[in-house]
Structure formats: C-alpha cells, structure tokens
T-cell receptor, first 114, second 113 residues
C-alpha cells in the first residue's frame, strides 16, 4: 500500500501570497489531520477532517483553512502569508479516525515565506 | 491548558547502552499516550501506544511505561544502536474524540559507536 503523499514537497512564496498544499491519505483511510512543525513551537495541530467534515480545529488564525474531498484527499490553504508561516506542514491519515488508531504521517511540505 | 514536556532536548549515549527518555504532562488526564520517531526531513513514524490502564508496553527493544499518578511516561530503548539516532516525540490526545494530538517538542537521541 502506498503511504501518505504530500505535494508539493517544497515551496517558496512571498509575504502576502496564498498557498495550497495537498495530502493524499493511505487508500481506505477516511481521517486526515494537518500539523505545522517549526523549530520553536514543535508540532502543532491545525485541523482534522473525517468524511469531508472538519471535526477538530487548532488554535490558528482564520488565514489557515482546509477541506476534504469525497475521495478523502485533503487540501489546506494559507492566505496572506506571513514570514512566521515558514514551516514544515505535515498531514497524517488514519482509517476510521478513532483516537487510539495508528496515524501515518506523510513526508511533509516545507514552506518558506520570503 | 494542557502541556507536555520532554525533559531533555538532546541525549547522547554509547552503543549498547539503554536510552531513557522522559515525557511529563500537566493539566490533563489522557486516555492514552503515543511515542513517535522522526528522522531529519521526514514525517513522524508511530512506535507505540500505551493506554491509561496499562503500566508498561514492550515492542522488540522498546519499552514504554505510563504513570498516571506522576503524569509521566518513560520511553526506553535497550541495546541501543547508531540507527536508533533520531528525534523521539511523545503525544497525547487533544480531546476525547478524533485523532488530534498534542506533541512534546521531542528529544534528539544520538547513539555513538
């Protein structure tokens, strides 16, 4: 089975632009979560989707948004980029979205905002 | 608010020794705790999950303990090898439902031969 894939792997943007990142979960998995990882803050939860519905949301501003499609693929969007948005963005998938399930992380998208 | 602390940012040990990593949490009573491994430039990889009613769990050379009174988990790697060098993260559920996790900042383990 193919693992979680994320595209693009690397991205350079300038302040004020917007960006869309994509995540394809493992086949059959219906839950996708997104995390931001920075050296200072570590891994921080952004949001979780299950069967196209946002189930949990982290403490990030409204510039961060996401969605999930009927095939479970997910996208996250960051509008009006700021320098502090430079980070590794990771998505994770699980089969049924239950708390004690194993989550499988993708390799991440490294975003650099100049 | 919930808080997780991994006591050491870095841990250096010699090959063959046992590495012990600590995870403490406050303001929380989690139903389970997870440990992940992350290599540079890669996403975290799940290692072990331990539930609140389990004191200890083992998988090959890995052992995790969970003390809900002390609000602490210990992660042990026995007979450590250079290939065990990585950052190890502990994680707790953010709330009762769903898969959202709160992560510690990690401990970077270096095993020298």
């Amino acid at each position: 089975k193919a693992g979680v894939t994320q595209t693009p792997r690397y991205l350079i943007k300038t302040r004020g632009q917007q960006v869309t990142l994509s995540c394809s979960p493992i086949s059959g998995h219906r839950s996708v979560s997104w995390y931001q990882q920075t050296p200072g803050q570590g891994l921080q939860f952004l949001f979780e989707y299950f069967s196209e519905t946002q189930r949990n949301k982290g403490n990030f501003p409204g510039r961060f948004s996401g969605r999930q499609f009927s095939n479970s693929r997910s996208e996250m969007n960051v509008s009006t980029l700021e320098l502090g948005d430079s980070a590794l963005y990771l998505c994770a998938s699980s089969f049924a979205g239950r708390g004690q399930e194993t989550q499988y992380f993708g390799p991440g998208t490294r975003l650099l905002v100049l | 608010s919930q808080k997780i602390e991994q006591n050491s940012e870095a841990l250096n040990i010699q090959e063959g020794k046992t590495a012990t990593l600590t995870c403490n949490y406050t303001n929380y009573s989690p139903a389970y705790l997870q440990w992940y491994r992350q290599d540079p430039g890669r996403g975290p990889v799940f290692l072990l999950l331990i539930r609140e009613n389990e004191k200890e769990k083992r998988k090959e050379r890995l052992k995790v303990t969970f003390d809900t009174t002390l609000k602490q988990s210990l992660f042990h790697i026995t007979a450590s090898q250079p290939a065990d060098s990585a950052t190890y993260l502990c994680a707790l559920p953010r709330n009762q439902a769903g898969t959202a996790l709160i992560f510690g900042k990690g401990t970077t383990l270096s095993v020298s031969s």
